[in-house]
């Protein structure tokens, strides 16, 4: 059989070449090569998927540990945020609380800064009235004690708030109040 096989090689390789073509070029292999190269491609296959599925195996084992080390930092950032977040918040809270009350304390103090400043404005109109009551009464030649106390009454009153009418110029010169 052998002999048979390399007899017919042999005619197919020289018609080939009759024919122009290269005998090389083509493969003569029987049943048994073709059988035995399948079987040798079937394990080079198997061994390089054993290979690369130890090497996914091995890539996802470390992508594993890295994942669960990311997430044990993030739990961690995560936790010390929240601190930090919590501290600047009372921190907040406290200077909010500290503001409102130097602004409470200034409002207050603004307040009776008001109050003293209106209470002399007071009192200076309340001075600037007699003094001018006072000048016109000391320079009118003919003035009666009747209409000093009357003038001095009417601008004491009158500072005072005094729900008084204003005299008439005759009441003042009669002495009369109302």
């Known amino acids: 059989m052998a002999e048979k096989k390399a007899e017919l090689q042999e005619r197919l390789r020289n018609a080939l070449i009759e024919e122009g073509e290269d005998p090389d070029n083509f493969i003569f292999t029987g049943a048994g090569d073709i059988g035995l190269a399948l079987q040798n491609l079937s394990t080079k296959l198997e061994n390089k998927l054993m290979e690369n599925c130890a090497y996914l195996l091995e890539n996802s084992t470390k992508l594993e540990k890295r994942l669960v080390e990311n997430c044990a930092n993030l739990g961690g950032k995560l936790v010390e945020n929240c601190d930090d977040l919590l501290e600047s918040s009372a921190k907040l809270e406290n200077r909010l609380v500290e503001n409102c009350a130097n602004l409470e304390g200034k409002l207050a103090e603004n307040c009776a800064n008001r109050e003293g400043k209106l209470l002399e404005l ?7 009235k007699y003094e001018g009551r006072a000048i016109i009464l000391d320079g009118a030649s003919a003035g009666s004690v009747a209409e000093c ?3 001095f009454r009417w601008s004491h ?3 005072a708030g005094s729900d008084k009418k204003k005299l008439t110029s005759e009441q003042k010169n009669a002495g009369k109040l109302e």
Not at 122 to 128: L, M, Q
């Open 122 to 128: 007071h009192e200076r109109t309340v001075k600037h």
């Open 149 to 151: 106390s009357i003038s």
């Open 157 to 159: 009153e009158d500072c």
